[in-house]
């Protein structure tokens, strides 16, 4: 149990297109996702929290028109990184933690398997 | 503002060498300390979550354990597949989200 999903898996663009990833909970429902970003050899930083039919909720320092997040439903939230630059290439991990009340839910963050961009 | 601290930042052991991972963390009012292991290019697999001083959990060669400034992450005589850089992360008191530290990369040798 406990498993979440991320397409694609890796992706390569253009400086100025937009990419849009995906995060789904495959098997439990996802009352909130969180958006990470890491640098090579560094660790996890949060960028947002997205809770299902609201706004996202950004990191100081995040720009939220660029990092575009929707959470259209309890197993699936995306992130759209707008107009992408070279320097927006990372590996982007997202994590969903359980909806409240389920059996062993909570307070752990599940985390999927990553994207990683490369713009060009 | 919540700090997490991890050390060593890389360790090198032969397989059977048993040693220990620490992380010191200040955090108003911990609401849990997490505990998880990335392999590189993917994403951190959940290990432990500890919520208070004393707390100890297992899992095969791993054990962590938590006190009110640091948690340990023995492993004990690890095996090359116990490879990977681990990470802690402890809970803010008001929400969900997870202050990190910079990881501790584990390199066991046959």
């Known amino acids: 149990g406990a498993v979440v999903s991320q397409h694609p898996s890796r992706v390569i663009c253009k400086s100025g297109t937009s990419v849009k990833i995906e995060c789904r909970s495959l098997d439990f429902q996802a009352t909130t996702m969180f958006w990470y970003r890491q640098f090579p050899k560094q660790s996890l930083m949060l960028m947002a929290t997205?809770?299902?039919?609201?706004?996202?909720?950004?990191e100081q320092g995040v720009e939220k028109d660029k990092f575009l997040i929707n959470h259209a439903s309890l197993t699936l939230s995306t992130l759209t990184v707008t107009s992408a630059h070279p320097e927006d290439s990372s590996f982007y991990i997202c994590?969903?933690?359980?909806?409240?009340?389920?059996?062993?839910?909570?307070?752990?963050?599940?985390f999927g398997p990553g994207t990683r961009l490369l713009v060009l | 503002e919540d700090q997490v601290t991890q050390s060593p930042e890389a360790l090198r052991l032969q397989e059977g060498e048993s040693s220990s991972l620490n992380c010191s963390y200040t955090?108003?009012?911990?609401?849990?300390l997490f505990w998880y292991r990335q392999d590189p290019g993917k994403g951190p697999e959940f290990l432990f979550t500890?919520?208070?001083a004393g707390e100890e959990k297992e899992k095969e060669r791993l054990k962590a354990t938590l006190t009110k400034k640091e948690s340990f992450l023995h492993i004990t005589a690890p095996k090359p597949e116990d490879s990977a850089t681990y990470l802690c992360a402890v809970r803010h008191s008001n929400d969900y989200k997870l202050s990190f530290g910079a990881g501790t990369t584990v390199t066991v040798r046959a």
């Open positions: 997205s809770n299902e039919g609201s706004k996202a909720t950004y």
């Open positions: 955090v108003s009012g911990l609401r849990g």
């Open positions: 500890l919520y208070s």
């Open positions: 994590s969903a933690r359980f909806k409240p009340g389920l059996a062993g839910g909570g307070e752990t963050q599940y």
